[in-house]
């Protein structure tokens, strides 16, 4: 019984490299003929298949593998854009590239399969001592759940952000927003950045119905398509400019000075990074450090603050302080029962 199993599922792991091998060769003969596409018929003949298993492996690496394909006047070819050239990366270039896809393993609970696979091509170009490294961070990220929407989501955010169009979509209001009906938007995508405080991906772009830039939470983007429209992305600098002041992902909120106190135990600590670019520190004769910053707001820098638990101190602004104080003494409340 134990030989039949092992042979039938040999026989499917079979099937399934067969029908990986007839999928790259579809795709390479597309990806040859470039902007000018070819037939179906024409990809029958140089693959040796039949008209009717070409056309159904077209739909599975359209629909399945997500592969941004076209189709006009009976040819198919592959959306200019959606390979990148290959990068010839030295060995500490593969290693940076490879700490920060790490780094976005630990901030996010979901198997992107565009992260594994950009795992594993990494792995080709480190040394056998890493290769053990990188396997286990792809059986970890095997491990976890696969929400099929969220990264068609991406991926289509990803493509609009490439090809600079306009894309429209139903936002879903946060929950102490209240039971508000989602609102339908077109914004022009600008960036895509990750949150290390909400471990969530966001959609910076400009909202044209509120003619500004707003910050959408991708987990609430409902219903997206992509518009024939396009549009001119701003310049660098002033994008950089207008998101400079964000603490993590907020940035359109009123500007507000912080100052703070760490007390002589964590100030070493506190000088080991530069939390935000706009900071400046102070040692103060007892060893303790002045900290101060100029942030968008104050709802992102709170939770960051409360993180050092007694030792620091808000000085400024005073409803940041009467906040943070009014916090401990709640959770003191807490525990003291």
């Known amino acids: 019984m134990t030989d039949d199993y092992d042979e039938q599922d040999g026989e499917r792991l079979e099937g399934k490299r067969d029908r990986l091998a007839r999928l790259l060769s579809v795709l390479r003969v597309l990806h040859a003929h470039g902007e000018a596409g070819v037939t179906p018929r024409e990809v029958a003949r140089r693959t040796g298949m039949s008209q009717r298993t070409v056309y159904r492996d077209l739909r599975a690496l359209q629909n399945e593998m997500q592969v941004p394909l076209w189709s006009d006047g009976g040819r198919w070819g592959v959306q200019p854009g959606a390979f990148l050239p290959a990068l010839r990366l030295t060995l500490q270039e593969a290693m940076a590239v490879f700490l920060a896809a790490r780094l ?52 289509d955010l990803t493509r609009a952000w490439a090809e600079q169009r306009v894309v429209r979509f139903q936002y879903a209001a946060a929950a102490y927003d209240g039971e508000r009906e989602p609102e339908w938007r077109e914004v022009r995508p600008y960036l895509l950045e990750p949150s290390l405080e909400t471990h969530a991906l966001y959609l910076i772009g400009f909202d044209e119905g509120r003619g500004a830039l707003r910050t959408f939470k991708v987990e609430r983007i409902l219903d997206l398509s992509l518009t024939l429209r396009r549009f001119a992305t701003p310049a660098e600098a002033e994008l950089a400019a207008a998101l400079r002041p964000a603490w993590d992902i907020i940035w359109d909120q009123p500007a507000a000075e912080v100052v703070l106190r760490f007390a002589p135990s964590v100030a070493a600590r506190v000088r080991e990074a530069v939390w935000h670019p706009s900071q400046t520190v102070a040692e103060g004769p007892d060893g303790s450090l002045e900290w101060r910053a100029t942030v968008a707001g104050t709802v992102e820098i709170r939770l960051w603050i409360l993180s050092w638990g007694d030792d620091v101190e808000v000085l400024v602004p005073e409803v940041l302080r ?10 003191a409340a807490r525990y003291g029962r």
């Open 104 to 155: 976005m393993t630990r901030y996010t609970d979901r198997f992107d399969p565009s992260l594994a696979s950009a795992f594993s091509k990494i792995e080709a170009g480190l040394p056998d001592a890493l290769h053990g490294h990188v396997e286990r961070t792809l059986d970890e990220m095997a491990l976890r759940r696969t929400d099929e929407a969220y990264n068609r989501r991406v991926a």
């Open 322 to 331: 009467d906040d943070v104080a009014a916090t401990h003494a709640r959770a």
